[in-house]
């Protein structure tokens, strides 16, 4: 499976400024996905990444407060604008494909971020 | 549109303890199932999966069944070991939907000595 690392690992933040989280993949994939984990909580699917192309959003999460950059196949970026304490979270980014198929994901270790 | 149901946890069993966590789904189509697990601090693991009808995913001990007639994946172990203290999480893909991953809520499992 794809070896998957994102920066920074952690973070506390002020209200109000904004983070960019990274993630590198030590293989070329065609789509990346990038979740939040809210404390306590399960995984919810902020938006899709792929080369080349404008990522597409899910419900509930917007260009401006999330912007995604995709300028390759083994590189992502999302920031988190503006940040608030309601941002606190634990920030995933997926791959999909490797060994077990393209119906799999496999994720990164997370960054856990901080807003006071 | 899909859905994923896990228990609720915490779920706290002693050590050599038989362990099943229960799964079911809603989708349209015919899933992917996946079982992932998050130990403390870390990223998610995929655990094991099952791609259609009978099949059976294992891994470490783990094992799940696919069955469509409960639309559930419920995972089992049949003795735990205190390193198996993590937050397991059911989760679905359809193959039509981008591989698009619907997680459950998640189940904390803990395992004391």
């Known amino acids: ?22 993630c590198q993949v030590d293989s070329q994939v065609t789509m990346m996905f990038w979740y939040r984990q809210q404390p306590g909580q399960s995984l919810t699917l902020i938006a899709t990444a792929n080369q ?15 912007p995604i950059s995709r300028p390759n196949l083994t590189f992502s970026t999302l920031t988190v604008s503006n940040m608030s304490p309601e941002d606190s979270s634990i920030y995933l980014c997926s791959v999909e494909g490797g060994e077990q198929g393209s119906d799999t994901q496999y994720f990164g270790p997370g960054t856990r971020l901080t807003v006071l | 549109g899909d859905s994923v149901t896990q228990m609720e946890g915490p779920v706290t069993l ?7 966590i229960n799964c079911t789904y809603t989708a349209t ?10 130990y403390p601090g870390e990223g998610l693991q995929l655990l094991l999966k099952a791609t259609k009808a009978d099949d059976k995913g294992s891994n470490k001990g ?39 991953l619907t997680f459950g809520g998640g189940t904390r499992l803990m395992v004391k000595p």
């Open chain 1, 1 to 22: 499976s794809a070896v998957i690392s994102q920066k920074p690992s952690r973070d506390i933040c002020q209200r109000g400024t904004s983070l960019t989280i990274q």
């Open chain 1, 52 to 66: 080349g192309s404008e990522a597409t959003y899910e419900s509930g999460f917007v260009i401006d407060k999330f």
């Open chain 2, 14 to 20: 002693s050590e050599e303890a038989f362990l099943t």
């Open chain 2, 29 to 38: 189509g015919y899933p992917s199932l996946f079982w992932y697990v998050q």
């Open chain 2, 62 to 100: 783990f094992e799940a069944t696919y069955r469509k007639e409960t639309t559930s994946f419920h995972l089992e172990k049949g003795s735990v070991q205190v390193s198996d203290s993590a937050v397991y999480f059911c989760a679905l893909s359809e193959k039509g939907a981008g591989n698009m």
